[in-house]
């Protein structure tokens, strides 16, 4: 079993993975998640009445400074150089919500779905601190890889 998880070497110990010798590719990942919440908390950040302030901006920053300290927040990722990131936080009346989607991208030997991930979770963390204050009983929730692209296999979901 060992031989077949890239992070652990022959005597199962925690290794980063040598991607030394892998192509550099640009490489592409899309992660998703959304944030339940009652009507009128949706209502009250989509009219920029949280009492935190502007609750959508800050989640977006926030996402995107997470995606660049990936390597520091989840230990073995490799510290990349990302060419872009970007995070949409849009409302979903039928959810009752909002839904997260972070796009990262890179030119490098290995992917970058962990960024995009991180993206995702910290910014559906950061909506969740902005509107506590309305809402406690928010719900984060299904926080998925959508898309990977780039290196020697892609992914779509």
Do not use: W
């Amino acid at each position: 079993m060992n031989n077949k998880l890239s992070h652990l070497d022959r005597q199962g110990e925690a290794q980063m993975v040598d991607v030394s010798q892998k192509s550099v590719t640009v490489r592409e990942a899309i992660a998703q998640g959304k944030v339940k919440m009652s009507q009128e908390t949706l209502e009250a950040i989509m009219a920029g009445n949280a009492p935190k302030g502007d609750v959508i901006n800050t989640a977006k920053i926030a996402g995107m400074m997470a995606a660049k300290q990936t390597a520091n927040l989840i230990p073995l990722c490799h510290p990349l150089s990302l060419t872009q990131i970007k995070v949409e936080i849009i409302p979903d009346e039928k959810l009752i919500g909002y839904v997260i989607t972070a796009t990262v991208k890179t030119r490098a030997e290995t992917g970058v779905e962990m960024e995009a991930l991180t993206a995702v979770s910290v910014a559906a963390l950061t909506l969740y601190d902005m509107a506590k204050a309305l809402e406690k009983s928010m719900i984060i929730t299904d926080i998925k890889l959508v898309k990977k692209t780039g290196g020697k296999s892609d992914f779509i979901q």
